[in-house]
């Protein structure tokens, strides 16, 4: 698991799992364009097709020196596959907008709670910076709509987005009421709430981490993957596990008075500096797949260690979150999860694993079905697509065309490799795209009607309490649960 040591002032900390205070290489000037000069031979990981893009390239160059990307059709290639399911709530995201569109004064207005502002005008991207983001997320975000660019080149549409890098949303529901929900500034975060307006996108550990020496997201699900295939389910360890840093939250603190034999639970929390000092030895990712039960539990927000969960086979134990991220939405209790009630999480753990351990067949089938969501579905191919049509169709509500800021830097793949170093550049070249798509985003499918919706979410709710009746029945000799 993944989380990050302390928090920054006021700002808070993010909900990970690992966490580290210093960066493995020093980081240079954020936009800096030709720290290093010279021909750079590059490696890529991607998607196959006949177009590549060029080996090499001119660390002697600035972007300016760079031609766009241009549009390569595909209408002579096969059909592009459904999204999955959770692109609907890009609807939702959306939906306060969907009336009134978005000024420029609106996206203006989120300026004094954004990190940087991010404008696309004819394929070139541009950067104005407002506050220092915690390590390099904000680089990273940056790299990931970069990377978009280079797999769709020439088809996204001009842009003008405001970010976010915090851990909790900004845009809160209550400062503009229902009356007023569509004056509020559209803002980029990488997670939401039902308090919030916040538009929920990839976050950055997608591209890697690089001080936390987490893998890029394609490379580590197939870590992962492997991993599962160490230990066959039956004989892994018959416990939840969970590790973690306690000092984020009262939540993660209360966590550790679940540790022990006798209430079926592995709590380790990280040192830190020890594991810094040994490299990260004891926290590699793919070698924490062998437990029958892993504990997912938020810290003061989402934690991106979610996904690393889940992609275990493990059943996954869900205290309950109140965070969504991108891809959350969509998953349901019993299927994806086992749900644990967070007032009494020791009781609700406890009886997880002895019902799990009674019915190892079904803990196992909801393991492998959350695991199969995030392996299938999480796909980075998928998060490419997720990203071009949330700014496909944010681009449909501007009420302006985009104009490049005064001040603003642009910036490109060329030089945001060049002005790095050791793993910052590794992760780069690793989750570089290096060949346009041969086929068109998945196809986006349409919103929820409210009655679909509201179904979907009594559904999710009935299944939770379920789970609860169980619990307080103790009952686990029963191993169904009704959908």
């Excluded at 997608?206 to 991993?227: A, M, S, T, V």
């Amino acid at each position: 698991m993944v989380d990050r040591l302390a928090t920054r002032g006021v700002q808070t900390t993010v909900t990970l799992s690992l966490v580290i205070l210093v960066a493995i290489t020093t980081i240079p000037n954020w936009i800096n364009v030709s720290s290093i000069t010279g021909s750079f031979q590059k490696k890529f990981l991607f998607f196959g097709t006949s177009q590549t893009y060029s080996s090499e390239f001119d660390c002697s160059l600035k972007c300016s020196d760079i031609s766009p990307l241009t549009n390569i059709s595909t209408d002579n290639n096969a059909p592009s596959e459904s999204c999955p399911e959770y692109f609907k709530w890009i609807h939702e995201d959306l939906r306060p907008w969907e009336v009134t569109g978005i000024t420029k004064e609106m996206v203006e207005k989120g300026i004094e709670k954004a990190d940087f502002n991010i404008v696309i005008v004819n394929g070139r991207v541009y950067i104005e910076k407002f506050k220092d983001a915690f390590q390099t997320r904000d680089t990273v975000t940056i790299w990931g709509i970069l990377q978009l660019l280079r797999l769709y080149p020439g088809k996204l549409p001009d842009l003008d987005l405001m970010f976010s890098c915090g851990d909790k949303p900004v845009i809160e529901k209550s400062d503009y009421g229902q009356s007023n929900a569509s004056y509020a500034p559209p803002m980029l975060h990488y997670c939401g709430d039902d308090s919030s307006f916040d538009i929920v996108f990839p976050d950055w550990s997608f591209w890697g981490w690089p001080e936390l020496n987490i893998k890029p997201w394609e490379i580590l699900k197939e870590d992962l993957q492997e991993g599962n295939g160490r230990i066959k389910w039956n004989e892994r360890k018959p416990y939840a596990y969970w590790k973690g840093n306690t000092d984020v939250s009262l939540a993660r603190q209360d966590l550790v008075k679940c540790n022990g034999s006798k209430l079926n639970a592995r709590i380790d929390k990280v040192e830190w500096k020890h594991e810094m000092e040994h490299g990260f030895k004891t926290a590699d990712l793919a070698s924490q797949c062998n437990y029958r039960y892993k504990i997912y539990i938020e810290g003061v927000s989402w934690s991106v260690s979610e996904k690393y969960i889940l992609a275990c086979d493990s059943m996954s134990l869900m205290i309950n979150p109140h965070y969504y991220d991108f891809f959350t939405r969509s998953l349901l209790p019993t299927i994806h999860y086992w749900p644990i009630n967070k007032t009494e999480k020791c009781k609700s753990i406890k009886f997880a694993v002895e019902w799990g351990n009674k019915h190892m067949n079904q803990a196992q089938e909801i393991g492998q079905t959350g695991s199969k969501y995030i392996q299938e579905q999480l796909r980075m191919q998928y998060v490419y697509d997720y990203m071009f049509h949330l700014l496909n169709e944010y681009s449909k509500l501007l009420k302006y065309k985009p104009t490049v800021p005064k001040g603003a830097a642009e910036v490109c793949s060329e030089t945001m490799v060049c002005s790095v170093e050791g793993l910052q550049k590794k992760f780069r070249i690793d989750s570089m795209v290096k060949n346009p798509a041969d086929s068109s985003p998945c196809t986006f499918p349409p919103s929820y009607n409210r009655a679909e919706l509201e179904d979907f979410l009594e559904m999710k709710d009935n299944l939770t309490k379920q789970v609860k009746m169980l619990e307080e029945s103790e009952s686990i000799g029963n191993p169904t649960i009704k959908i």
